[in-house]
């Protein structure tokens, strides 16, 4: 696993219990990282562990139970992840979480309250908890996983749309924290990188034996998005740093 393009590289995975977050663990740990996955279902998490281990025997993944609804708890565990390692050279957050409804004036504002929580705030205390030890990596990359709709947003997903736009800025505003802290330092612009991947949704296959027959038209596989997110390691910080990398037709 040293030879790998992220070999010596330790990288966190926020929702690492869900689908996307076991396409992520898998494909990192191919590319010869150390991850970190976090999620607050032990189970769920514990399960996706194992199964990139015992892919890729001989690299380390461990999971961690962690509320990131608890900025403090998402702190500790940035924390404990630079005692434990030395460093952190990413952030992948694949929280989600999605409700809609029929029509726009059928959109229920518990839906909302919801969303926020997983779609915003634990962006919110991923960015704050990792953002210095994402600048201080010589390849720091946050990577946030976004939808279309969040710029192109249907009557019917106003609040998740919603959401997501917010999720987006923030992670911009982490960006230009990041080219910033670039110039600071004498680099021509940003050194480490916040990028988003958009794509119109995801699918994987438990979804494809339940639904045979469903075309799932513009998704993009969690295996696909696993590949992207490594991608974003091999482009310069400069090139992906504020930028929506879109993995689906753009709107």
Known sequence: MGNGALSGAVIAVAGAGGPAGRAALLRLAE??????????????????VDAARYAHGGATVVGDTVDLLDLQSTRDWAARIQKDFGRVDGLVHLVGGWRGSETFTKTVLDDWDLLELLLIRTVQHTTLAFHEALQASDRGRYVLISAAGASNPTAGNAAYSAAKAAAEAWTLAMADYFRKAGIAEGADGATSAAAILVVKALVHDAMRAERPNAKFAGFTDVTELADSIVGVWDRPAGEVNGNRLWLTEKP
Request: a negative charge; glycine letters at 12%.
């Open 31 to 48: 590319a010869g990282a150390t991850v970190i996955g976090a999620d607050n279902d032990a189970e769920r998490l514990a399960e996706a």
